[in-house]
């Protein structure tokens, strides 16, 4: 037994398999690149933070206030009430009893706990060389933060090292800079990050033995960037993966064009009809062209075959016919001059019937033969089918009376065809034949014609009993008889409805079977209809 067909299309399959591997390998592509994406710009907000860090390690020293502080702030960050706000923050916290020395107005309140597991420990500012005070004197002990002596306000510039706030100072004053001792850093700059009030900073902790100054950015504007990446990224993604869908379609098209000239040729090739092969493009692919080539070479093989036995079986009909004929005439005559009612009469009757047998399954034979050929000799013309029908049913009544069945009919008058009335006829006659041969005893048998838009619709139902489902598809094959059928006490021998398809096909008509329930099987007969009188 075959399996069910796949209803699904390559080609759509194809495209989605294609689109699913884009997908991944564009998925995998882009959370790769996400999270370098994602380090580099970490980095460089590290390296944003080191820049001005460093900056502010420049014009700082271990006796430098809070006002100091404030005015290095607004130089680096621009943090002064003239500026607006910035991303970024200096937190200055003294280690002794960590206290906020100087904090810019946008600074975090809640984040003590992250900048005290930043502290250096003693031992670390142990290891931190002293800081002389100015003049070269000893300076505080442990070197504590200390309130300077008074500046002057062009000292103070030099401090910071932009004097006059990027002026150059006349070469008189250079001479007169005091001295600036160096801050030394205690440990390694280190980096966190924390979240305070809905917003997470990056911070940068850089240590002297007195405090530790916390530059800190926003990562709002890095969240920004890296979500309006991911945005970019997923909408090209899925314009790639849809691009991909179509190309994959466009490309199975072009690749599927000579499985789409096999299949024209196939649906258009019948056993009348082998001699039709597929044709072959230049710019077929190698594959394909050896698939149809092998196909037209099996097509030819089969059209040999099947013409040898098509005339094997034409030509053993036609000469069965003679002897047949002969054999039937002695027959006839030998019954009917033996002696009626002997065993010798009796045996030539049953010989008589055999023969008679043997020669309808010959013309059949012939008959089918005619049809697979192509040559089944038709004469069509135009003619009342309601008128036609007539003769059928005083046959059909005849037939019935002596079975003990009913026949009804339902004939709509004036119902023209274009067809060979005595093929067509035969079709009639096969199915009223079968109809009341497999009847119950007190059965129906009704016949209907009627035309229904441009078809003319012949039904015949009987009340026999029902044809079992895995009959139904087999009921037109050569030879086929159901179980129930299959006695010799019911005449036939498995061609009548075959031929009856055979006959029907030659004048353009189909044969079916409508339903097949207890009781009620219903067999339908369609063609075209040329008009009404």
């Not at 030394?184 to 990056?202: H, K, L, N, Q």
Request: with cysteine.
């Amino acid at each position: 037994m075959s399996a069910p067909a796949n209803t699904r299309s390559f080609r759509t399959r194809l495209a989605l398999q294609t689109m699913i591997v884009a997908g991944t390998l564009v998925a995998s592509f882009g959370a790769a690149a996400w999270w370098y994406a994602s380090q580099t710009l970490e980095r460089s907000v590290d390296d944003r933070i080191i820049a001005p860090a460093q900056r502010v390690w420049n014009r700082i020293d271990p006796y430098t206030t809070d006002e100091q502080f404030k005015l290095i702030a607004d130089l680096v960050f621009g943090t002064s009430a003239e500026h607006n706000a910035t991303h970024a923050v200096l937190v200055v916290q003294e280690h002794a009893q960590g206290k906020t020395l100087f904090a810019t107005p946008n600074a975090p309140k809640d984040l003590n706990v992250y900048f005290r597991s930043c502290f250096p420990t003693q031992e670390e500012i142990g290891r931190a060389p002293p800081v002389a005070p100015p003049g070269g004197g000893p300076g505080p002990p442990g070197g504590r933060r200390r309130e300077p002596p008074p500046r002057r306000d062009s000292d103070f510039d030099d401090l910071l090292g932009t004097p006059g706030f990027g002026r150059p100072p006349p070469p008189q004053e250079r001479g007169d800079l005091p001295f600036r001792p160096q801050m030394p850093m205690v440990r390694e700059p280190t980096t966190f990050t924390a979240r305070s009030g809905g917003i997470d900073w990056r911070f940068g902790a850089f240590s002297s033995p007195t405090y530790t100054i916390f530059i800190g950015l926003s990562l709002t504007d890095f969240y920004a960037e890296i979500n309006r990446m991911a945005w970019w990224y997923v909408g090209a993604g899925a314009l790639g993966l849809v691009l991909a869908g179509f190309g994959a379609l466009w490309t199975s098209g072009q690749a599927m064009r000579p499985l789409e000239r096999v299949v024209r040729t196939a649906q258009r090739l019948t056993a009348s009809d082998l001699a039709e092969r597929i044709p072959v493009q230049r710019d077929d692919n190698r594959e394909f062209s050896q698939l149809i080539d092998v196909l037209n070479g099996m097509m030819q093989r089969l059209e040999g075959s099947f013409q040898q036995a098509v005339r094997f079986t034409a030509d053993a009909s036609h000469e069965l016919k003679t002897p047949l004929a002969i054999m039937l005439a002695d027959l006839d005559d030998a019954v009917r001059h033996a002696t009626p009612g002997s065993a010798e009469h009796e045996r030539f009757v049953s010989l008589f019937s055999e023969a008679s047998r043997l020669k309808q399954i010959t013309q059949s034979l012939l008959l089918l033969s005619q049809a697979d050929a192509g040559r089944l000799p038709t004469h069509p013309e135009s003619y009342d089918l309601s008128l036609d029908l007539e003769r059928l049913i005083e046959d059909g009544e005849i037939l019935c009376e002596q079975a003990g069945l009913t026949l009804e009919h339902h004939i709509e008058p004036g119902i023209m065809t274009h067809a060979d009335r005595a093929l067509l006829q035969q079709v009639f006659q096969n199915l009223l034949s079968n109809a009341i041969k497999y009847n119950r005893p007190q059965g129906r048998v009704t016949l209907q014609l009627s035309k229904q838009d441009t078809q003319i619709v012949f039904t015949v139902t009987n009340t026999g009993p029902a044809i079992p489902v895995e009959n139904q598809q087999r009921l037109f094959e050569r030879f086929f008889r159901g179980d129930k059928a299959h006695t010799r006490q019911t005449d036939g021998f498995g061609l009548g409805l075959n031929i009856a398809t055979e006959l029907a096909r030659a004048n353009g008509a189909e044969l079916q079977l409508v339903s097949s329930k207890e009781d009620e099987t219903v067999f339908e007969v369609r063609m075209a209809a040329t008009g009404v009188v």
